[in-house]
Nanobody, 124 residues
Framework: QVQLVESGGGLVQAGGSLRLSCAAS????????IGWFRQAPGKEREFVAA????????AYADSVKGRFTISRDNAENTVYLQMNNLKPEDTAVYYC?????????????????WGQGTQVTVSS
């Protein structure tokens, strides 16, 4: 089993920045990919970014390219999501997810483990 715990959410004004963290514990050696998803009220959960654990291949949703950066610290078993130039439409609960798939996963059905989520609110 793998446990994922997100932190770093909060309230920020438009144009501001936040850094989310996802700390992994348990059988982390089995993980191949860590992703971030988000879900706004009344909307479906959507892919934000993902990174492979070994090779650091990255993928981003078009809506966050150039503003968000995903990175990982293998020694700390932690994945980060640096979010810059935040917009009100970025407001959502952000979830960290872990996949056993040996490729860059972009769909929530490809993920096996999920964190509890952290709220990000961007005011205009």
């Amino acid at each position: 089993q793998v446990q994922l715990v997100e932190s770093g959410g909060g309230l920020v004004q438009a144009g501001g920045s936040l850094r989310l963290s996802c700390a992994a514990s348990g059988r982390t050696v089995s993980l191949s990919c860590i992703g971030w998803f988000r879900q706004a009220p009344g909307k479906e959960r959507e892919f934000v970014a993902a990174i492979t654990w070994i090779s650091s291949n990255r993928a981003y949703a078009d809506s966050v390219k150039g503003r968000f950066t995903i990175s990982r610290d293998n020694a700390e078993n932690t994945v980060y999501l640096q979010m810059n130039n935040l917009k009100p439409e970025d407001t959502a609960v952000y979830y960290c997810a872990g996949s056993l798939q040996r490729f860059l996963a972009k769909y929530d059905r490809q993920y096996n483990y999920w964190g509890q989520g952290t709220q990000v609110t961007v005011s205009s």
